[in-house]
């Protein structure tokens, strides 16, 4: 039988480590509580808990690796809750009841929502260091199913209320161009927050959206149709 040794600050985070590890849900394995672990006094630092994880047999066939078995949501709920807990950030993170079609993607995807305080770290500057995580979630869940799946990853809701302030800046936007007849520059964005823009308008019948410049000083022009 295989089987698994983990140790975390709690029980329950030594068992998603391990579950982690094996690639496998909850329902697939034997939980053995080798330790629940200590609180250290005086700000020292006390005892990890630790579990053992034994892998149930017969669970899945030889030929289906053991991740596939997971549900996607779950396993990169998993993965992100490890690698915050690495990070040694304080936060949960939760599995939206919704799947929403993002900016980036055309087909509906998972959202994991980053709950936490003090989160801003997570976020960045134009909301860029929230990307690059979320594309390291995608790349270590894709390798451990070994396909594509697509998944948002947020903090605190900060890209629903991001998307939602764009499309409404764009309807604005096209609003003043139609009532002025002149083109309007908005400020620079990267190239995501570009596309919504370039979405949001793209079913106006008087206006249209051209992308101008370079690098980081690339930005959408709001025109009117000719």
């Known amino acids: 039988m295989k089987k698994v040794e983990t140790s975390a600050k709690t029980v329950e985070e030594a068992i998603k480590l391990g579950l982690n590890q094996l690639n496998v849900s909850r329902d697939e394995v034997e939980v053995e509580v080798l330790s629940e672990g200590r609180h250290g006094l005086l700000g020292l630092r006390g005892e990890d808990a630790r579990v053992c994880l ?3 047999e017969n669970e899945y066939d030889d030929d289906i690796a053991p991740g596939n078995q997971m549900d996607a949501g779950d396993l990169a709920q998993s993965i992100l809750e490890t690698l915050l807990d690495k990070m040694d950030i304080e936060a949960y993170v939760d599995i939206l009841p919704e799947k929403m079609v993002t900016d980036e993607e055309s087909q509906p995807s998972t959202v994991l929502n980053i709950v936490g305080e003090d989160l801003g770290i997570l976020i960045g500057r134009k909301g ?4 690059s995580l979320q594309q390291i979630i995608r790349l270590m869940l894709s390798h451990q199913l070994g396909r594509f799946e697509p998944v948002v990853v947020d903090v605190n809701g900060y ?3 991001r998307l939602s302030s764009l499309q ?4 604005r936007t096209a609003e003043q161009v139609k009532l002025r007849h002149m083109p309007f520059s908005l400020e620079p964005m990267p190239a995501y927050e570009r ?10 019948d008087e206006v249209t959206t051209q992308s101008v410049g370079f690098g980081e000083s690339r930005k959408v022009v709001v025109v009117l149709k000719e």
Not at 128 to 131: E, H, K, R
Not at 168 to 171: C, F, G, I, P
């Open 195 to 204: 596309r919504i823009i370039h979405l949001a308008l793209a079913g106006d």
């Open 128 to 131: 860029q260091t929230l990307i």
């Open 159 to 161: 890209r629903q209320r």
């Open 54 to 56: 034994h892998l149930l």
């Open 168 to 171: 409404s800046l764009a309807w």
